[in-house]
């Protein structure tokens, strides 16, 4: 007895399991599409900031596209290309999640070159944060977090007047704006853990519910047969 | 099977496709930000036969712009974290640069609008660049700092980079100066050509 309970009981987790992974997954497909619509948006908006903030270098009285503009166009469109086609193509998986992160966080960082370095484009970091939330997997946070921080650590040591304004700042000044990201990673981990947890015990109880309906079948068909034997024996 | 391996080379394209452009972006932007503008020939005197009026009783600013330059605006912002700091004993000058040949009119951007709201400051416009040869400047952000004497102390620009505004050395040694905290400094100018090679061999 206690051996058909126990038996019942792993094919409910079994069934659990596949029913939050498919929810899971198709919550992730629509993150992917989400994010597909969103680079596209970032992409145009990218080129308007071009042409809007910095359309043309000068010398005199004689102007030329600015490189700006180039970057948009061309520099834009090489860092949605891999994101794009994976979530077309291979939507849902882990890749494309972290490829989506990496990428996002590039996205950032050439808004906030084309806007000038603009203090307001840095929010569209925080933002994008919290939309990879969404995919309730925390490895895509650490992932555009590790993205932040190396862009952060090798402008630093390269190019330090770009993140800092002076030539020699601290080696580990890359560790304080990289903090404000992990500041925000925290919640966010903390959110996607609770989400999946949530997704979890709905999973759960829509098994048992599939479990228990099973079973009311199973007598109401056996309740039938009884009736039916029963008719004939009379 | 076929259109598998297609879509698989497809992504093995876009991926390398992705990452040559992360690295080529970052190259030619480094490339481009820290590329200086060409410097100021050397005067150590206010010169003469400015039309601009100096103020004998106090430092006197002038900095050089190209109203279309888009990183000037940095350089703007700069000058009114100067302006600010330096307080009164700062006399400002900027001199918008003018094709002479350009309708009047062509000089009124973002950036000039930006430099008519600086405090303290006189906006002059300056056609075909002369008044920016005479203090033998060549590009936008270009900024000039005169002690009382009409010695320049200060000959650069006031950012770190080409188009960003924060606090850097240049800016920082121009308030040093005028609180006698620093002698005299040079720096680096990022910016758009306001005296061209061509121009100046026309002159």
Not at chain 1, 209 to 225: D, I, R, T, Y
Not at chain 2, 16 to 23: D, F, K, M, P, Y
Not at chain 2, 77 to 99: D, K, N
């Amino acid at each position: 007895m206690s051996e058909i309970v126990t038996e019942r009981e792993s094919e409910m987790d079994a069934r659990a399991a596949a029913i939050r992974d498919e929810q899971l997954h198709a919550r992730r497909v629509r993150v992917d599409r989400m994010f597909t619509w969103l680079f596209l948006v970032q992409y145009v908006a990218g080129i308007i900031a071009a042409l809007t903030v910095s359309p043309y270098a000068w010398e005199g009285k004689v102007h030329t596209v600015h490189l700006h503009v180039w970057i948009a166009v061309i520099g834009g469109a090489g860092i949605i290309i891999l994101p794009i086609l994976l979530s077309i193509f291979r939507p849902g998986t882990t890749l494309t999640r972290h490829v989506i992160a990496a990428s996002q966080m590039l996205a950032s960082a050439l808004l906030i070159h084309l806007t000038g370095g603009r203090i307001e484009t840095h929010f569209h970091v925080f933002g994008s944060l919290a939309f990879l939330a969404f995919y309730l997997d925390w490895t895509a946070l650490i992932t555009a977090t590790v993205v932040v921080a190396a862009d952060h650590f090798l402008r630093g040591i390269f190019w330090p007047e770009s993140v800092y304004g002076v030539a020699n700042p601290e080696w580990w000044r890359f560790l304080e704006h990289a903090g404000w990201v992990a500041f925000e990673d925290v919640f966010l981990i903390w959110a996607c853990v609770m989400g999946r947890r949530e997704i979890a015990a709905s999973a759960a109880r829509q098994a048992q519910v599939e479990h228990l309906s099973e079973l009311e079948q199973l007598k109401s068909a056996a309740l039938e047969m009884a009736m039916a034997e029963m008719q004939v024996a009379s | 099977m076929k259109r598998r391996a297609l879509i698989t080379g497809s992504l093995i394209v876009a991926g390398l496709i992705w990452a040559a452009t992360v690295g080529a972006m970052y190259h030619a932007v480094r490339r481009f930000e820290t590329t200086p503008g060409r410097g100021a020939a050397s005067r150590v005197l206010w010169p003469a036969s400015s039309r601009i009026v100096r103020d004998h009783d106090r430092w006197t600013l002038v900095m050089l712009i190209h109203p279309h330059c888009s990183c000037t605006r940095a350089s703007l912002q700069e000058l009114e974290r100067i302006i600010e700091m330096s307080g009164t004993s700062l006399q400002t000058y900027v001199l918008v640069y003018r094709p002479a040949d350009f309708q009047a009119g062509w000089e009124k951007t973002e950036t000039f609008e930006a430099a008519k709201r600086l405090q303290r400051a006189h906006i002059i416009v300056d056609p075909d660049g002369a008044e920016a040869r005479l203090f033998g400047g060549f590009t936008s952000g270009q900024t000039f700092l005169y002690d009382r004497e009409g010695a320049l102390r200060f000959s650069g620009g006031v950012t770190s980079l080409r188009g960003h505004a924060g606090v850097n050395r240049g800016s920082m040694d121009v308030v040093d100066i005028v609180h006698a905290k620093a002698r005299q400094c040079t720096h680096p100018v990022f910016g758009c050509a306001i005296v061209t090679t061509e121009s100046e061999q026309r002159q």
